[in-house]
């Protein structure tokens, strides 16, 4: 028997429990993991608290990520005793994932867990600080270099936001920091944002071309303030689209791209081919610290995940949620 966040649905219905269940009742794979910590995304958060329709089978153990020791596995790629990562894959929503103290997955959705990070320091990375260093990797990738100018991080204060910062700052980049929490100012500049920026400035409409400020974006909201960090963005430079936490919508023209060549790069997190989660781990190892660890993410025990999960959504959560299992 083990420990599991379960949800549950009735005629009434969406229900979550911290529950036992037994190990004959995890679904089909051929690697079992001993989970020692794992994570709470907006995705995880959306799940439990059910305002979206995120899970699509039930029941359902929910979390995005997970991060632990292989058991049992028939996998070519690991054996018994191997430290691994998994984020993403649908785990949480069609497959039962991490908020759990075992869990049965695919081989070919884990990656090895870096030798810089702990289980708990991987999971204060978690989907969104792998989503982060996906996010500066296409940039890099499309020639955006620090000598062009400022990159834009919106949605500063997540876990995609705050990774991201940290991760440019140290590829060299100034940054600007968009959040509604001015007083985390102090906090955004300790991860290495230049100026920090009032989201007001682009929640609302605006005109389809403005004043060229950014040579590249990090944006995890979508809706207005996508729409504006595009019409913003200086001549051939490009957009990092990998959230929507203002909306799904995109409110814009296509007069910054055909007019400015600004290019918007979608990032997917959840189906990510191997070499690049492997090279956007291989990031995270080399270029973020422990102390930044530290200061992005703070530590809950499985009981605690649901209660979170609701301060999560009512944007009252700063950084990284660790949540250690077997507490």
């Given at each position: ?17 911290l ?29 439990i ?6 899970v ?89 270099r ?15 936001g ?20 001015a ?12 100026t920090v920026?009032?989201?007001?400035e ?19 909201v ?14 051939g ?34 189906r ?56």
């Amino acid at each position: 028997m083990f420990s599991a966040l379960l949800i549950e649905k009735g005629t009434t219905g969406q229900t979550v429990s911290l529950t036992q269940l037994d190990e004959a009742y995890l679904p089909a794979g051929d690697v079992s993991v001993d989970v020692e910590y794992s994570t709470l995304n907006y995705k995880d958060g959306l799940a439990i608290t059910g305002r979206s329709p995120v899970v699509r089978a039930f029941p359902m153990v929910p979390g995005a990520d997970l991060a632990g020791v292989v058991t049992a596995s028939t996998h070519a790629d690991w054996q018994k005793g191997d430290r691994v990562v998994l984020n993403g894959w649908g785990v949480g929503e069609t497959h039962w994932g991490g908020l759990a103290q075992r869990a049965r997955v695919s081989g070919d959705w884990l990656v090895p867990l870096p030798a810089a990070f702990t289980a708990r320091q991987a999971m204060a990375i978690g989907t969104a600080g792998y989503t982060a260093s996906l996010c500066v990797g296409a940039l890099l990738d499309h020639g955006v270099r620090p000598e062009q100018g400022e990159i834009l991080v919106t949605g500063a204060t997540g876990g995609v936001g705050g990774t991201a910062i940290a991760l440019l700052a140290k590829a060299g980049f100034t940054v600007a920091a968009a959040t509604g929490k001015a007083s985390e100012a102090e906090y955004l500049h300790h991860l290495g944002a230049a100026t920090v920026l009032d989201r007001a400035e682009f929640a609302d409409a605006g005109r389809p071309l403005q004043k060229e400020r950014w040579a590249g974006v990090v944006d995890s909201v979508g809706s207005h303030t996508l729409a504006n960090a595009c019409a913003q963005t200086r001549y051939g430079g490009a957009v990092a689209a990998c959230g929507l936490a203002q909306g799904m919508d995109f409110p814009a023209s296509v007069a910054p791209f055909i007019l400015r060549g600004v290019s918007l790069l979608g990032i997917d997190s959840v189906r990510a081919p191997h070499t690049s989660r492997r090279t956007a781990w291989d990031r995270l190892a080399r270029d973020l610290n422990a102390g930044t660890l530290e200061t992005i993410a703070h530590e809950i025990g499985l009981g605690d995940a649901i209660a979170a999960a609701d301060r999560l959504m009512e944007g009252k959560v700063r950084g990284r949620i660790v949540v250690d299992v077997h507490q």
